[in-house]
Every structure is written in C-alpha cells, then in structure tokens.
C-alpha cells in the first residue's frame, strides 16, 4: 500500500528529516501484517522474531478478527430516516470558527495534527456523531434474530465440504486416518486435545458420553476446521453395526454461536452435520448414519432448537 510505512512509522511520533523511523513492537508490526501493510524489511523482521515462535498464527487470528467484523458490517445499515436526522443535525451545528473546514488541510497522520485546537471545535459534533451512529447499528443489529445463523451460504457449503471430505478420508481406517490420529489410545487424547486447543482440561469433554452409547475410540489428530484458530478431530465406529462418526472440536472460533440452538447441514445422500457451542468450545458431529448423529446429540445432552446451517 503506497505510504503505508509512513503511516505505521508516524504512529511512533513526528519524522524529522534525516531521522530514521523508530521500529515498531511486534504487535504493532502483527496487526499491520494482518492489514497487508507491512514493508518488505519488516516481513524479513517478522521471520526472524525470536521472541514468539507463533507470530504466524497471530496474524492469521487477527485477520480472523477482521474477517468477523467485515461479516457483521455487512449487515443492514441504520434506517435511512435516522441517518438522515443525523445529518441534518450535523449540518445545522453552528461552528466556534469560521474558518475551521479550510483549517483541516492538514496532515493528518501526524499526531500533532490531532491535538490542534481546531479539532477541539469540532470535537463535541464528532462526539454526538459518533455515538449516534454506534446506537444506531446496535439498535438494528438487536433487531435481529439471536437464533440466526453466523456462517454465510458459500461459508457453511466450505464448512461442510472441509468436513465432509476429512470423515470421508478418515472412515476407513486406511493409510491416511493413520498418519492423520496421531492419538489413537483415548488416555491420550483428552491430554492432547487440551493442548492443542489451548484450553484447560474441564473446558470440553468427548470421553464417557460416547462410551455409553456403545462408540469405541479410534483416534485423535489435529485439524484445520474453517473459521476457528485451533480444532482437533476425533473419529468413533458404533459397535453394533460399524457407523463412523466424526467430532471436530474447535476453539477461538472467529463467530460465536447462539447458545439456544445447532446448526443442521443435511446433504441429499443422507449425510448430516450438526454443530453447537459449549463455552469457549465449537463442536460438529458429522456421519452419514443420522441415527449415529441423533445418538452422538443425545449423549452430549445438546436439546436445543435446531437452524439451517445457512439460508441462501
């Protein structure tokens, strides 16, 4: 982006000539990252950060973070009768100074611009402004239902497939369900899934609820389950009559969902995905045997209402 290490560099303080920018905190250089606005030395700094061996996971969660926000501006905006009363109330705010639109030819990078005192003028309209604009989006975004669905269609159709295609490799048991459950023994598995996720040991649970429906364990391994930063997968067989069923836990999902529902995907061969949220935890249970999905629903205790994954 042209002038964008001018502008992460300003945020430091005033350049003066001859005075080379001071660098910026990994932090700082994370999010710039996040925003594609980094200079080609300063991605050489980020590779060679020795003080966080995850700075790429970092970045990929604050794109994340982005990416939801986009998601929820993408939204319905404020009424057109309240923008409209806010601008007008905007237009008719009487100026200290007359002169004060011509004043803000300024730069505004700088940080001494943003203490001049012409700002002060306008600084009690822009207050007003802004806090009617946020109460604005809030009210609209309260008008919708809680119940909704946070994916878009072509987000939930990406969901499902990623799934889908992951039990599709798994379900057989073959060479690639051996390199992928890298925890094949149950003991393990919890101990790793906690490490995976990131979460203390008591934040899920996948072990006795599955057990007493007659499912034995056939491993672990991590995943990459769209929308969320870490995921593990974990595949079950029923004893009775060999049904595969895959759970995929998920932590720090870029969405939350509403506690009151699941999310229902059920594809035309009969395959379903149903998805829930416990706390900090994101779980899908998919198979093609919806008796096994409705079995895994209940010994998870998941009474809930259930919603289209998503709606086009």
């Known amino acids: 982006m042209a002038g964008s290490d ?7 303080g005033d350049m003066h000539p001859g005075q080379p920018p001071s660098p910026l905190p990994t932090a700082a250089l994370i ?3 996040a925003d594609d606005e980094v200079t080609p030395d300063e991605q050489a700094r980020l590779r060679g950060e020795p003080s966080d061996a995850r700075i790429e996971e970092r970045v990929a969660f604050e794109r994340g973070l982005r990416q939801a926000v986009r998601r929820q501006m993408a939204g319905p905006e404020a009424p057109a009768d309240l923008r409209e009363r806010i601008a007008a109330a905007l237009a008719a705010a009487p100026l200290d100074d007359p002169d004060t639109i011509t004043s803000l030819d ?3 990078r700088r940080r001494s611009f943003w203490t001049s005192p012409v700002l002060a ?3 009690r309209w822009g207050a007003i402004a802004a806090v009617l604009a946020i109460a604005a989006t809030l009210i609209v975004n309260a008008s919708r239902s809680t119940s909704s669905s946070p ?3 072509e987000e939930a159709r990406q969901l499902v497939s990623f799934i889908g295609s992951q039990h599709d490799h798994c379900k057989d048991l073959g060479e690639y369900w051996e390199r992928k459950m890298e925890y094949p023994s149950i003991d393990q598995a919890h101990a790793a899934a906690s490490e995976i996720l990131h979460l203390a040991p008591d934040a899920f649970h996948f072990e006795e609820p599955l057990q007493r429906q007659g499912y034995t364990f056939e491993g672990l391994g991590r995943c990459a389950v769209p929308g969320g930063e870490y995921s593990v997968h974990l595949l079950y067989k029923r004893v009775a009559d060999g049904a595969m069923v895959s759970l995929f836990l998920q932590s720090n999902a ?3 969902l509403p506690p009151s529902c699941c999310l229902v995907n059920k ?3 009969g395959a379903q995905c149903t998805i829930w949220q ?3 935890v994101r779980y899908y249970v998919f198979s093609e045997d919806t008796s096994a999905v409705h079995e895994i629903l209940e010994a998870f205790k998941v009474h809930r209402n259930e919603r289209k994954l998503a709606t086009p």
């Open 6 to 12: 001018e502008q992460h560099h300003d945020s430091q």
């Open 31 to 33: 999010r710039a990252a």
């Open 106 to 108: 300024g730069d505004t």
């Open 121 to 123: 003028t306008l600084g």
């Open 151 to 153: 994916y878009t269609p």
């Open 254 to 256: 870029a969405t939350r």
């Open 267 to 269: 594809s035309t061969k």
């Open 278 to 280: 416990e706390g900090p």
